[in-house]
């Protein structure tokens, strides 16, 4: 039985730096089989339902975090941490309710993926209307380079 991959961009791609996580997640569905692009996600909230059981949840998203624009982290969510939703230093978001606050519930109703991992790209462009900063423009093919490693850890086949 293969591992099930969800690939989740968040962000809308009428927001400048936001569109690079759907950008990103619809480049990744193209070149594995493995993944599974659930299109853009502009509210977190919209993960459950998708992510429910996966063997690997990877969420792509522009965030801010005061790095050099175009920096690309991977960041593993530890399944034993408790998952602070208050705000504070975290996986806080610039939507309605973080990737935080809706783990946490995901977890509540036994609805998490088994592993979820982020992808976050440093963005500085988020203006409606805006268009995607060079900087970010530069770091899709490093972001989908990391998307598919951790896609190979868990699938012969991507």
Not at 101 to 112: K, N
Request: charged share 20%; with cysteine; hydrophobic share 55%.
């Amino acid at each position: 039985m293969s591992a099930v991959v969800v690939v989740a961009g968040l962000g809308s791609p009428y927001r400048g730096d936001d569109a690079v996580g759907p950008m990103v997640a619809a480049m990744v569905a193209e070149a594995s089989l493995a993944a599974r692009d659930v299109g853009p996600l502009e509210d977190p909230l919209d993960l459950l339902g998708v992510w429910d059981g996966v063997d690997l949840a990877v969420v792509v998203d522009a965030v801010r975090s005061g790095a050099l624009a175009g920096t690309v982290r991977v960041l593993e969510v530890n399944p034993d941490a408790v998952v602070d939703s208050s705000g504070g230093p975290g996986l806080t978001s610039t939507h309605g309710i973080g990737l935080a606050g809706v783990l946490r519930l995901a977890r509540a109703i036994d609805r998490a993926p088994r592993r979820l991992v982020v992808v976050a790209v440093e963005g500085e462009i988020f203006k409606l209307g805006g268009t995607m900063s060079h900087a970010v423009a530069a770091a899709v093919p490093d972001a989908v380079s990391h998307v598919m490693a951790l896609i190979e850890e868990v699938c012969a086949c991507a």
